[in-house]
């Protein structure tokens, strides 16, 4: 079992899954750090880390590369990039990834979070995706979506870990988060 006080979640501190993340590690003891920019609204204030315009561009990511690995349109809106350049630093940052939100029938992550996952996967780190429509967690593995093998629980099992996900937070959602960290650090 990890050590609560060698643990640090990385998220962004936003509505939704990563308040809820953020929550969740407060109670439990975690240390957390919300990668932002000036000027966003967040629902967390604890470990908020305001990246600089220097810092932002480090995190820079085409945005047709990021719509063509999508198989969706992002715009070339200064937020959607700040956003997209946060959460290069929260996959940067953690050796875990755990997102709550929705897998698509290509094999995507909804929304923006979505680039959180493919830039996991480009990375290889372990990944892991709560499907709130499927009520059910997920692991990439041999290129596809998995469950976790049978008996097995998702476990946060690093001590740098991310956690990240839709605003769309639904009570299945919520409960997944909480049942995640019950089962790491209690």
């Known amino acids: 079992m990890l050590k609560k006080g060698d643990c640090i979640l990385y998220s ?20 957390e750090i919300n990668f932002t920019y000036e000027g966003r609204r967040l629902d967390r204030s604890r470990g908020v880390r305001v990246l600089s315009r220097e810092e932002l561009e480090k995190g820079d990511v085409s945005l047709s590369y990021v719509s063509r690995l999508l198989n969706r349109s992002y715009t070339d809106a200064p937020a959607i990039r700040k956003v997209l350049q946060t959460i290069w630093y929260q996959v940067n940052s953690g050796q875990e ?5 929705a897998v698509l029938p290509d094999g995507t992550v909804k929304g923006g ?54 605003r769309f937070l639904e009570e299945n959602g919520k409960r997944a988060i909480r049942d995640l960290f019950a089962r790491s650090f209690e």
Request: with cysteine; charged share 20%.
């Open 97 to 101: 990834i755990y997102v709550v939100g």
């Open 12 to 31: 962004g501190g936003a509505p939704g899954a990563e308040a809820e993340f953020g929550a969740r590690a407060e109670t439990h003891g975690i240390e």
């Open 113 to 166: 979070t979505g680039w959180g996952a493919e830039f996991a996967k480009l990375c290889n780190k372990p990944i892991f995706v709560f499907d709130q429509g499927r009520n059910a967690w997920f692991t990439w593995k041999d290129e596809k979506w998995v469950p976790p093998a049978a008996g097995q629980a998702i476990r946060i099992g690093h001590p740098r870990f991310t956690g990240t996900g839709t």
